[in-house]
């Protein structure tokens, strides 16, 4: 079974926390930009709400969106309760309708963890980025957040099935993860099929599928993009601690300022 189109994670979003929820390095790295930028926060791309949530939780103001209802769903579930202080809204809409969204100007605008790549063409990646500006106020920063795509990475990624994780759930189920990536460099883009086998307790089996195309930047398109965009400022960084950007970094985080500081 495959997603509809427009939306990969539709078929998936039942696993999506199982994979990520122990992903929480990056929460940080948004929450310092968060206090010194600013909010009101825009997150897009934003999934179950893994990162929106702990920043509303934090006493921030966050808008959060995604294209998947199934992913917002899970998000509002998370959501049900949990945000003391600050204040969370969800919305239906795409990376590049950002400056459309309610709720700003905002401080900082965050695409995390390849939310930008998800979008494959570079009409549509430079038409965020765009977006996003429009959508800060002059003292605002866009985090971006995607994987280096370095030869020794993609020529790893390419070709061959990967076993991804096993989990134990509530109620018995096994769930492991497998993906297989095929890469075009011509076009900078891979394709991913990501399949999900859910054994029960009784030994049935049931499968769970999607497949996605991502486009991948390196550093010095997405800087031309940038300034394209409008940005004025930009940093590179290779991991969430901020550490300097290098041939063997396994991250590419930008922290774009709307104006030089």
């Known amino acids: 079974?495959?997603?509809?189109?427009?939306?990969?994670?539709?078929?998936?979003?039942?696993?999506?926390?199982?994979?990520?929820?122990?992903?929480?390095?990056?929460v940080q790295m948004y929450l310092q930009y968060v206090e010194s930028a600013g909010d009101p926060v825009l997150e897009v791309a934003c999934g179950t709400g893994r990162i929106a949530l702990p920043i509303a939780q934090a006493g921030h103001r966050?808008?959060?969106?995604?294209?998947?209802?199934?992913?917002?769903?899970?998000?509002?579930?998370?959501?049900?309760?949990?945000v003391v202080g600050g204040s969370l809204t969800l919305v239906s809409a795409?990376?590049?309708?950002?400056?459309?969204?309610?709720?700003?100007?905002?401080?900082?605008?965050?695409?995390?963890?390849?939310?930008?790549?998800?979008?494959?063409?570079?009409?549509?990646?430079?038409?965020?980025?765009?977006?996003?500006?429009?959508?800060?106020d002059p003292r605002g920063v866009l985090l971006v957040d995607v994987?280096?795509?370095?030869?020794?990475?993609?020529?790893?990624?390419?070709?061959?099935?990967?076993?991804?994780?096993?989990?134990?759930?509530?109620?018995?189920?096994?769930?492991?993860?497998f993906s297989t990536h095929s890469v075009f460099p011509a076009t900078q883009t891979i394709d991913t099929r990501i399949w999900f086998d859910v054994t029960?307790?009784?030994?049935?089996?049931?499968?769970?599928?999607?497949?996605?195309?991502q486009r991948y930047v390196s550093p010095g398109e997405l800087s031309l993009m940038l300034s394209k965009a409008g940005f004025q400022d930009m940093m590179f960084y290779g991991g969430y601690e901020l550490e300097p950007f290098e041939d063997g970094s396994d991250l590419l985080i930008v922290a774009a300022e709307v104006t030089k500081t």
Not at 1 to 26: K, N, Q, R
Not at 157 to 169: F, I, K, Q, Y
Not at 200 to 213: A, F, K, Q
Request: hydrophobic letters at 40%.
């Open 62 to 82: 966050v808008v959060a969106a995604d294209i998947s209802e199934p992913m917002l769903n899970r998000a509002r579930m998370r959501a049900n309760g949990e």
């Open 147 to 177: 994987f280096h795509a370095s030869p020794t990475r993609l020529h790893a990624l390419d070709g061959g099935v990967g076993a991804d994780g096993r989990w134990e759930v509530e109620n018995g189920n096994r769930v492991e993860r």
């Open 1 to 26: 079974m495959t997603s509809p189109p427009g939306d990969p994670y539709a078929e998936i979003a039942e696993f999506y926390d199982l994979e990520h929820d122990d992903h929480v390095a990056d």
């Open 94 to 136: 795409d990376m590049t309708e950002a400056h459309t969204i309610q709720g700003g100007p905002f401080g900082v605008v965050i695409m995390a963890l390849g939310a930008l790549s998800h979008l494959p063409a570079q009409h549509l990646q430079l038409a965020a980025l765009q977006s996003a500006h429009q959508a800060l």
């Open 200 to 213: 029960r307790p009784d030994g049935t089996l049931r499968r769970v599928s999607t497949s996605m195309t």
